[in-house]
């Protein structure tokens, strides 16, 4: 008998089919929160141990059995997960990363319409937001797309320095002190020292102080220091906050640094009307990340970074390599960023925009911000809680139960909570204090959603009397 292997044959419809009533399951249930977050049972864990198998098993098996697992998993999709910096697994996004995985286009070269719609799709990410694009690429999240743009701020600051290294020049890289610390992973992957970052302080509504910024620029250059790059947050993981951006493009103008724009959580609000000022001069910058992963709610993974000239790019991170070669001076894909084989990442937002278009988004990410309003205002006016003296500035709306409760309370209130499932949230330290921390970024959350935390946050510190004497 002719060996085939690796086909599902006969039985690829059936698995199709049953895929799709799998995932039809799911995309029903993400819309309702569930009573509580399933624990990994014994058989399931066990099943997670066994040995590499040899044999073939039959597949709708096996898709029932990965069903378990993810039905057994932390799913951002659903609506009560306000932990950390969610997502939401748009279904036209996860569509597309279907279609996109089963054709497997690789762009680490020119793919013909694949190649037409990323850049298609970054157009339309910018105008979202309000940058002009020149140039850039989908990558793997925020993280890369701050170390592409480090990358290419170094080599503009100490052109040569791909090849030659740092050549004695003393390099300094400058952001907020709540920087994403994916900044200092890149800054320290880049040979640059993460001694080199100066965490320029906050005001007391966690933005960057731009005066501050301004005296370290001159101290520096003074010193005979290069500054490579200005890193602006907007906003920050911790609150939200947006650094005053027209504000630090006056001053990277003036000493001719390099402004990037860590959007990578904040930016689509850019494209709500209401929000658009606060982000007033992201198009004066010479990058920007935005992960459409977290509020474009399309599945991870699918970061973009973007620069207002593409040449930035292609002197950063082209090669001719004898396998690569260059049809004239367009440049492959590859050309443009870190990494070589790249699965089409743009499809799902494409095919999202597309679908729902626009405004659609807009409206998502409005009500998202509208609830961290809601449960601030509804935490406020509540005497069991505490909120930080600064009203949201987007979907971050931190709270404390109790008045006189410790942070060690705090932290287990936190770590209960996620061990009861009702609603999932993270701790976070807020000026020296530990705090929930929920963030909104999913476009399944309800305003009741958001506003169950405080409920259940009560509920569950009921059975906490024992830490602290006094929750009033
Ligand atoms: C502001 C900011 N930048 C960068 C990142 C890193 O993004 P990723 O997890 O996609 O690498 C995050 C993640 O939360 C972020 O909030």
């Given at each position: 008998m002719e060996n085939k292997p690796l086909r599902l044959g006969a039985k690829r419809d059936a698995a199709l089919k049953r895929a799709a009533e799998i995932v039809a399951k799911a995309w029903g249930e993400f819309y309702v929160a569930r009573e509580h977050e399933p624990l990994v049972e014994p058989s399931l864990a066990a099943t997670l141990k066994e040995?590499?198998?040899?044999r073939p098993t039959d597949p709708i098996q096996t898709l029932d059995l990965a069903a378990k697992v993810l039905d057994t998993s932390l799913a951002?999709?659903?609506?009560?997960?306000?932990?950390?910096i969610g997502s939401s697994g748009l279904e036209i996004g996860a569509l597309g990363d279907l279609l996109a995985h089963s054709y497997?286009?690789?762009?680490?070269?020119?793919?013909r319409a694949a190649t037409e719609l990323e850049r298609q799709t970054l157009r339309w990410l910018g105008a979202f937001v309000g940058f002009p694009v020149g140039g850039g690429a989908f990558t793997s999240g925020g993280t890369i797309s701050n170390i592409t743009a480090l990358a290419a701020a170094r080599e503009r600051a100490i052109p040569g320095s791909r090849k030659?290294?740092?050549?004695n020049v003393r390099p300094a890289i400058y952001c907020s002190?709540?920087?994403?610390y994916s900044v200092r992973r890149g800054v320290e992957l880049l040979g640059?020292?993460?001694?080199?970052?100066?965490?320029i302080p906050i005001d007391?509504?966690?933005?960057?102080q731009s005066a501050v910024l301004t005296e370290s620029l001159e101290r520096d250059l003074r010193d005979g220091i290069t500054p490579i790059a200005v890193i602006a947050t907007?906003?920050?993981?911790?609150?939200?906050a947006i650094d005053p951006i027209n504000e630090i493009a006056d001053i990277c103008q003036r000493f001719g640094v390099w402004l990037h724009i860590d959007?990578?959580?904040?930016?689509?609000?850019?494209?709500?009307s209401e929000k658009r000022s606060a982000f007033?001069?992201?198009?004066?910058?010479?990058s920007v990340s935005v992960d459409?992963?977290?509020?474009?709610?399309?599945?991870?993974a699918c970061s973009a970074l973007m620069v207002r000239d593409r040449s930035t790019l292609l002197a950063t991170f082209s090669h001719n390599e004898s396998y690569m070669?260059?049809?004239?001076?367009?440049?492959?894909?590859?050309?443009?960023?870190?990494?070589?084989?790249?699965?089409?990442?743009?499809l799902k937002l494409w095919l999202a925009f597309k679908t729902h278009g626009a405004e659609e988004f807009r409206l998502a990410i409005a009500a998202n911000l509208a609830q961290a309003q809601a449960l601030y205002d509804a935490a406020k006016a509540d005497p069991r809680f505490e909120v930080l003296p600064f009203r949201p500035e987007l979907s971050v709306a931190p709270v404390r139960y109790?008045?006189?409760?410790?942070d060690q309370f705090q932290t287990l209130l936190v770590q209960r909570l996620q061990e009861d499932g009702r609603v999932f949230v993270s701790a976070a330290e807020i000026e020296g204090r530990i705090w929930m921390r929920p963030c909104f970024t999913n476009f399944r959350t309800s305003e009741a959603d958001a506003l169950s935390l405080l409920e259940v946050a009560a509920d569950v510190a009921k059975s906490l009397h024992d830490i602290d004497g006094d929750h009033s």
């Open positions: 040995a590499l198998p040899e951002h999709s659903r609506p009560r997960f306000m932990a950390w497997d286009i690789n762009l680490a070269i020119d793919s030659r290294g740092l050549m002190a709540e920087v994403h640059l020292g993460s001694d080199c970052i100066r965490a007391t509504n966690h933005r960057m907007s906003g920050t993981t911790l609150t939200g959007g990578a959580y904040g930016l689509p609000a850019a494209g709500v007033s001069g992201i198009e004066r910058a010479d459409a992963h977290k509020w474009m709610f399309v599945p991870k070669l260059h049809s004239g001076e367009s440049g492959n894909a590859v050309d443009e960023t870190l990494e070589y084989s790249r699965p089409l990442r743009a109790g008045k006189n409760t410790s």
